[in-house]
């Protein structure tokens, strides 16, 4: 990274402390062979991970499209859901006293959570949450028509594309897109023990816990 100044790379690191900012200080950690800082070194940034969850988990209970609405594509299979909810925020002892902490169950899985916080820090560097609607309607214009505003894949040309291969399998055989999840119904109150998340997709996998 210390090559590649102006590619918005960045050296990150989780921190749980409570109240820190999703986009937090950032510390300089590349030395020389003197051990001395190197002024235009690596940074580090501390990500505020539990911020970014408490905001994350407020966002998914909002149902209509709107601020703070997360949008989901079709394609996304039930284990992305079971690892963006695989964390329940938990009172526990720390130095301090006691704070609550978002944590996950042993043997489960939570990259996709991790990916989603470091996302909303990728974003608050950016400077997206500070964008104004008039700016983003005029994003959006800019990306207009594209491919789905239209009705979907352009007709083949008869002349110069191939006609489609009939194959054994009938129409009715091919597997239809996974239904979007279904809108959360309250955020998990702040309690001693495990909350369960409310963020429902199918009951397959929402009766996890």
């Known amino acids: 990274m210390r090559n590649r100044p102006n590619q918005n790379l960045y050296a990150v690191k989780g921190e749980t402390r409570l109240g820190r900012p999703i986009k937090s200080a950032s510390v300089l950690v590349d030395v020389n062979e003197r051990g ?12 505020g991970t539990d911020t970014a969850k408490d905001l994350l988990y407020g966002r998914l209970q909002v149902s209509q499209p709107g601020p703070g609405y997360v949008h989901f594509a079709r394609e996304l299979m039930a284990e992305f859901y079971d690892q963006l909810t695989a964390e329940s925020r938990m009172l526990v002892k720390t130095g301090r006293g006691e704070e609550h902490r978002w944590l996950k ?32 309607a005029r994003l ?29 399998e009938p129409p009715s055989a091919v597997a239809a897109a996974p239904p979007l999840p279904a809108p959360p119904t309250a955020r998990p109150p702040a309690v001693r023990s495990t909350v369960p998340n409310t963020f429902i997709v199918s009951d397959s996998w929402s009766s996890r816990l």
Not at 37 to 47: A, D, F, P, S
Not at 117 to 126: D, G, H, I, K, P
Not at 145 to 156: E, Q, S
Request: aromatic share 6%; charged share 20%.
């Open 36 to 47: 001395k800082t190197i002024r235009k070194g690596v940074r580090l940034w501390h990500v």
């Open 140 to 168: 959006e214009a800019g990306l207009e028509p594209d491919l789905f505003a239209g009705g979907g894949v352009p007709a083949p040309n008869a002349e110069s594309d191939p006609a489609p291969v009939q194959t054994s």
């Open 105 to 136: 169950p042993a043997g489960k899985r939570n990259e996709k959570l991790d990916c989603t916080v470091y996302a909303l820090f990728c974003a608050q560097m950016l400077g997206l949450h500070t964008l104004s609607d008039k700016l983003w």
